[in-house]
DNA sequence: ACCTATAGATTACACTTGTAATCATCACTG
DNA sequence: CAGTGATGATTACAAGTGTAATCTATAGGT
């Protein structure tokens, strides 16, 4: 319920990439460089002590569980990823385009931020709709 | 380029609707109900000083500019609207969505967010899409 | 069995944010 | 002309955040 920071939804981004898992496997996994053909890739390194504080904040907001495994805990995320980036979505388009999603999609495309691939996708996201409501 | 915060967004709003305003004005827009039949509308109030605040630190953030008129300011936005809102998604949408935009909209139909008009409007986007991108 | 490396707990600390109250100045009112 | 009420400036202050360092207990090596 309380609300999950930017830095805190990076671990728990982490997280629901393979879980359950410890905290030395999170940091690793933050560690990872997200490594492209682009070599301007200098992913932020993250601080074993930061990562821990942040699990422990995640815990106390009741984000993820820990259960002991010998000497170190294994965490598992409480929010399942999908509802937690949609609700933090409709947050967002709500604030900004009192509710509708289309003009969020207007923007993206204005832009040039479109591409065929997303058109399709977009294309048939809306033919399922109308599959299902007629 | 500092970040704006949600209070400030909010106030920078009342101000995108009419500008230059004064202080007074932003805090009258700010309180006007934004009344719509259902009466569960207890909109926040907003306080006087609170926005007074909220305005020095958006100054301060070159969101936005004032000039002195007689007495008091008339405020003015150095954002757009609609470049601001822009980004604000980009970035959800990158940190959530590795960068595409259709998996949000899938998220909106999965719970029934949409409606006929939504479809319309993606629909609408997308063909104006194709006709730019034969 | 002892010492050390380590994992997690606790503490730190500056900055931001939400939410105001207080201070200083000045224009208008009686 | 003096007092008051408004306007913006300054100060306040707790909670949240990003980023760690230090403390404490303990598991594992020698």
């Given at each position: 319920m309380t609300e999950i920071s930017n830095a805190e939804f990076e671990v728990l981004e982490a997280l629901w990439q393979n879980f359950p898992a410890s905290a030395n496997d999170i940091i690793a996994k933050l560690n990872?460089?997200?490594?492209?053909?682009?070599?301007?890739?200098?992913d932020k390194q993250w601080h074993d002590k930061t990562v821990k504080t942040l699990l422990n904040r995640l815990v106390k907001k009741q984000a993820l569980s820990f259960e002991k495994q010998q000497r170190h805990y294994l965490y598992t995320p409480l929010l399942e990823r999908e509802a937690y980036t949609l609700k933090e979505s409709k947050s967002l388009i709500e604030r900004m385009?009192?509710?509708?999603?289309a003009p969020l999609v207007a923007g993206f495309a204005k832009q040039n931020d479109l591409n065929k691939d997303d058109i399709n996708a977009l294309k048939s996201l809306i033919s399922d709709w109308e599959k299902n409501n007629d």
């Amino acid at each position: 319920m309380t609300e999950i920071s930017n830095a805190e939804f990076e671990v728990l981004e982490a997280l629901w990439q393979n879980f359950p898992a410890s905290a030395n496997d999170i940091i690793a996994k933050l560690n990872e460089s997200t490594d492209g053909a682009d070599d301007k890739n200098q992913d932020k390194q993250w601080h074993d002590k930061t990562v821990k504080t942040l699990l422990n904040r995640l815990v106390k907001k009741q984000a993820l569980s820990f259960e002991k495994q010998q000497r170190h805990y294994l965490y598992t995320p409480l929010l399942e990823r999908e509802a937690y980036t949609l609700k933090e979505s409709k947050s967002l388009i709500e604030r900004m385009f009192s509710g509708k999603v289309a003009p969020l999609v207007a923007g993206f495309a204005k832009q040039n931020d479109l591409n065929k691939d997303d058109i399709n996708a977009l294309k048939s996201l809306i033919s399922d709709w109308e599959k299902n409501n007629d």
